[in-house]
């Protein structure tokens, strides 16, 4: 009983400062963050890559994902949408299973929206055709409403004029934006970034980052995995920490820029500048 | 013409010698010319001093016209077949389920390492073998043999060329469709075939090119193929020039046409060329 109470004020307080989040979270009479990573351990062969991680994205959180590289952060990531099986722990989206072994993992990966780095778009579909297509085979909307949406989602990362348009005539800005409309198609509750700059120009970064900067403000729940400090700092409600395959620290953005708690995150830091 | 191309430049390899960089083409060209004038010249000779044109017109129809016919319906029936079966060899290919895979390869080992024409006489002698002696209710064996054994060893091949092109897909493609909460086969079809259907096509239409010359070991099974025509006709009127130049022109009347068939259907399944319209 004590144990329980104990849990519910932690988790009342991680997501405090969130208010509006913590206010829906009442609202719809629960109290469990959106996406819980539950003490997983991940292992590719012998390499033990993810370490009995746990972490909380409440609802309408901006959880960003940094460490060097190896340090399992992008599998993390690809962990939450089943991209890769995890060895021991749980993933909970909205307090249901996505790593136990019956869980229908189609119906819950549409409401887990995934950007990847290298865009991936169909490189046989037009752009409309890329954001038309799940929504219409998945979800079963008939074409014209499909397009409909699809044409709007493109409005509104900025691409209108580039609807017919191949993935190849596209600037690897405009292709991400793109996949961004198109993981957007799906409704997700949530949406995953994993490096989704890395690839690009670097004048490029910006229009990119100004969608997910947009989608935040909506209040869209976002797992980012990214190496632009910036953005974490500036967009981010929290900043985690991963190296080693564990997290290692934990916290608001301008506590963790300017005063990391760890040794790790001061070393990270300094590394950086 | 040389200070042209050796200007302000040493030794680059051009200067000496007979064959170099710079005659190259010339020696090519000349190479050419020596080869057309030849070939034009033997063909000239055949067609005027060897080719019996009464003969030639005697044959024409119906013999020459039916065999053309025999293989083109054993063409179309055995590229659909072998296609289709094909497909399916290759996604067995690629499945992430050891046995179905193992069972993949060990068809395309089998069916890959013997001849054909060692696959033919297992069907066509070999099958009906299984019956007692008159009792195998097929009469007329050669056909369905014949597409039989084409399909099965065609689809090895296709079956190769599919998971060739599905390995050539980058695995961001596969991901990408499945985390939008499409199943395998609605990400297999709708997103990772149809590019790997253009990445094979180049390999597809060189088997399927195959498959009709291939059409020619139907002779061994007594399929009235064209070289059952060239071996009748020679055998009636000891001629041998009359019977080869239809029987080439007979080949290559579905041969080349089915290679310009290729290069559209690539051209058509290229993304690029099709958003530039």
């Known amino acids: ?273 | 013409m040389a200070e042209t191309y050796s200007d302000g430049t040493t030794t680059d390899g051009t200067g000496e010698g007979f064959l170099n960089d710079r005659t190259l083409k010339w020696v090519g060209v000349a190479g050419s010319a020596l080869f057309t004038l030849v070939i034009a010249a033997f063909l000239a000779y055949i067609v005027v001093v060897q080719v019996n044109f009464a003969l030639l017109v005697e044959v024409f129809q119906p013999q020459f016209v039916d065999a053309l016919y025999t293989v083109l319906t054993v063409v179309v029936v055995g590229s659909v077949l072998s296609v289709t079966a094909g497909v399916i060899v290759g996604l067995a290919r690629v499945s992430k389920t050891t046995f179905t895979r193992s069972v993949a390869k060990g068809y395309i080992e089998f069916f890959r390492g013997t001849p054909l024409l060692f696959q033919l006489a297992v069907v066509f002698f070999g099958i009906p073998a299984l019956w007692p002696s008159g009792q195998f209710p097929f009469q007329n064996f050669a056909y369905p043999a014949a597409i039989i054994g084409l399909t099965l060893n065609h689809a090895a091949y296709i079956g190769e060329a599919i998971r060739g092109g599905i390995e050539s897909v980058p695995d961001g493609q596969m991901e990408a469709a499945r985390s939008l909460g499409m199943s395998y086969i609605q990400s297999m079809r709708e997103v990772v075939l149809p590019q790997a259907w253009r990445n094979a096509l180049a390999a597809i239409g060189n088997d399927q090119v195959i498959l009709v010359k291939d059409t020619s070991l139907l002779t061994f099974i007594a399929v009235p193929e064209l070289i059952s025509f060239f071996r009748n006709v020679n055998s009636t009127n000891f001629d041998a020039w009359t019977p080869l130049l239809l029987v080439a022109i007979g080949y290559l009347a579905i041969t080349v046409p089915m290679g310009m068939l290729v290069r559209y259907l690539e051209a058509r399944a290229d993304p690029a060329g099709r958003g530039d319209r």
Do not use: W
């Open chain 1, 1 to 273: 009983m004590s144990d329980s109470a104990e849990r519910t004020e932690s988790e009342s307080a991680s997501t405090e400062r969130d208010g509006q989040s913590a206010e829906s979270a009442r609202a719809a009479g629960t109290e469990r963050p959106l996406l819980e990573f539950d003490e997983i351990d991940k292992y590719f062969g012998e390499t033990h890559v993810l370490k009995n991680v746990s972490l909380d994205v409440p609802d309408g959180e901006v959880c960003v994902v940094i460490g060097p590289s190896g340090s399992g952060k992008s599998t993390l990531l690809r962990c939450a949408n089943r991209l890769e099986e995890i060895q021991s722990g749980e993933i909970r989206l909205d307090g249901q299973s996505i790593s136990a072994k019956d869980a229908d993992i189609n119906r819950l990966r549409q409401r887990i929206g995934m950007v990847f780095q290298s865009f991936n778009l169909f490189p046989h579909k037009t752009a409309l055709e890329n954001v038309a297509l799940a929504p219409r085979k998945v979800k079963g909307m008939p074409k014209e409403k499909a397009n409909e949406r699809a044409a709007d989602l493109l409005d509104r990362v900025g691409l209108s004029k580039q609807k017919g348009s191949y993935p190849n005539q596209l600037s690897g800005g405009q292709q991400q934006r793109v996949a961004i409309a198109r993981a957007l198609a799906m409704d997700p509750k949530v949406m995953l970034f994993d490096e989704v700059t890395s690839a690009l120009d670097p004048e490029l970064v910006g229009e990119v980052l100004g969608t997910m900067r947009d989608l935040a403000d909506e209040g869209m729940t976002m797992m980012v995995v990214t190496h632009e400090m910036g953005f974490a700092r500036e967009v981010g409600d929290r900043i985690v920490l991963m190296a080693d395959g564990e997290i290692v620290e934990s916290g608001e953005p301008k506590q963790f820029f300017e005063n990391p708690e760890t040794e790790r995150g001061k070393r990270f830091l300094s590394r950086l500048l």
